[in-house]
């Protein structure tokens, strides 16, 4: 079946713009995740939605960065205003765990790579 | 300290080798681990879920020692393919759900 798919997979922006990322998980998975990763660097937890539950924001570094998750599938990641570190690749993940269970594998899309000129 | 370490690497070894990754974690409320694999400007890839009991996948032998907090990864007969970044990855429980991944250990394996 389809796995996780990102888009655009490359956006290239000038500092101070606004750009949005998008997330479709793979079909029926309850939970999405962001993180980003910078050249050379781990996995950086950005937020997590699970359900209709309150997404965990806490991973997000600014106010700038806000993200939404609509009808429980796509999701979308917000970054106001762009700076220049702001550009990595932005990775989304989705696993099926339902509340409660913290045993399910995250499977990853391919990624935005995001520069910020 | 960071919640998940892993060995800093690079590992650099010959074909045929076998190598071996560690990993520990801080937060005694970590419920499930998990090694992927990250190739070279690509996503990560779930390579083994690590289970109490240990676990082997052909090549591949995962342990976890909770008393320790310690994960490893054993690659036997290492081949070129296996030339990756490999992370470690521990899910929990802390005020919330919570994912944490390692920095990763960049293996090179060379012919």
């Known amino acids: 079946g389809a796995g996780v798919s990102q888009s655009p997979s490359n956006k290239v922006t000038e500092k101070g713009k606004d750009v949005e990322l998008r997330c479709d998980p793979i079909s029926g998975h309850t939970a999405l995740y962001w993180y980003r990763q910078s050249l050379g660097q781990g996995l950086e937890f950005l937020i997590y939605?699970?359900?209709?539950?309150?997404?965990?924001k806490s991973g997000l570094p600014s106010d700038r960065f806000s993200a939404e998750r609509t009808g429980g599938s796509v999701s979308t990641l917000t970054i106001q205003r762009t700076q220049q570190e702001d550009s990595a690749v932005y990775l989304c993940a989705s696993s099926s765990r339902t509340s409660g269970r913290v045993s399910d594998t995250q499977y990853f899309g391919p990624g935005t790579r995001l520069t910020v000129l | 300290r960071k919640e998940v370490e892993q060995d800093p690497g690079p590992f650099n070894v010959p074909e045929g080798a076998t190598v071996a990754f560690n990993c520990t974690y801080s937060?005694?409320?970590?419920?499930?681990f998990f090694w992927y694999r990250q190739d070279c400007r690509k996503e990560p890839k779930l390579l083994m879920s690590v289970y109490s009991s240990g676990n082997e996948d052909g090549r591949f032998t995962a342990q976890l020692n909770r008393a320790s907090q310690y994960i490893s990864l054993l690659i036997r007969d290492s081949k070129l393919s296996d030339s990756a970044t490999y992370l470690c990855?521990?899910?929990?429980?802390?005020?919330?759900?919570?994912?944490?991944f390692g920095a990763g250990t960049r293996l090179f394996v060379k012919a």
């Open positions: 990855v521990v899910n929990m429980r802390a005020g919330g759900f919570k994912t944490i």
């Open positions: 939605f699970q359900g209709n539950s309150a997404p965990d």
């Open positions: 937060n005694s409320a970590s419920q499930s």
